[in-house]
């Protein structure tokens, strides 16, 4: 299985929003709805971000969003702020009952 | 609350077997609709799932590692172990087990991971 699709690197400044794109397949992120969003920052364990697509998990702020359009799902930060520079990673379950992971990216707060 | 812990050998030689344990508090893995799952980030690079076993014992592999990798479970101890084969310096990584709900199928509880190094 090959990994989702992410771009190597992402910027903005404080304040902007920026949107991360993850683009799969049919066989795993447009098959499904069951993509999620980790963050990580350096030295730090993945934290789930986004699950289903666009839910949050209790406490994720809400400048975090996903959406999903065919096999490409995004991740919109709003209101950039300087802590949410980290690496984000997205995943998605797959019709093989398998589980794939995006090549992450790097955000960075300009 | 429900937490993970890893386990085992730090340095592994090439060529000889990886094994590691996750440990389980706060719940069970017994528990219907969970995966448990095993997770790996080679240093500097992205994550890979490894493999997962369901509560019901069902496995499941990464199509590339399916003929070195196997996942087995201690239910009653709630731990469950991957064993990795024949390694090499690319299965050099900080290894995370996870768990996996069966509802949304994201990594919601991660472990704080484990280094392993395989040294030649």
């Known amino acids: 299985q090959s990994a989702l699709t992410q771009p190597a690197s992402v910027s903005g400044s404080p304040g902007q929003s920026i949107t991360i794109s993850c683009t799969g397949t049919s066989s795993d992120v447009g098959g499904y709805n069951y993509v999620s969003w980790y963050q990580q920052h350096p030295g730090k364990v993945p934290k789930l971000l986004i699950y289903?697509?666009?839910n949050r998990p209790s406490g994720v702020s809400n400048r975090f969003s996903g959406s999903k359009s065919g096999s490409t799902a995004s991740l919109t930060i709003s209101g950039l702020q300087a802590e949410d520079e980290a690496d984000y990673y997205c995943?998605?379950?797959?019709?093989?009952?398998?589980?794939?992971f995006g090549g992450g990216t790097k955000v960075t707060v300009l | 609350q429900v937490q993970l812990q890893e386990s085992g050998p730090g340095l592994v030689k090439a060529s000889e077997t990886l094994s590691l344990t996750c440990t389980v508090s706060?719940?069970?893995?017994?528990?219907?609709?969970?995966?448990w799952a095993w997770i790996r980030q080679p240093p500097g690079k992205g994550l890979e799932w490894i493999e997962s076993i369901y509560y019901s014992g069902s496995t499941y592999y990464n199509p590339s590692l399916k003929s070195r990798v196997s996942i087995s479970a201690h239910w009653s101890k709630d731990e469950f172990s991957l064993r990795l084969t024949s390694v090499t310096a690319a299965d050099t990584a900080i290894y995370y087990c996870?768990?996996?709900?069966?509802?949304?199928?994201?990594?919601?509880?991660w472990g704080q991971g484990t280094m392993v190094t395989v040294s030649s």
């Open positions: 706060g719940g069970s893995i017994s528990a219907s609709g969970y995966y």
């Open positions: 289903g697509v666009g």
């Open positions: 995943g998605s379950y797959t019709r093989s009952v398998t589980w794939v």
């Open positions: 996870a768990r996996c709900g069966d509802g949304p199928r994201d990594f919601d509880i």
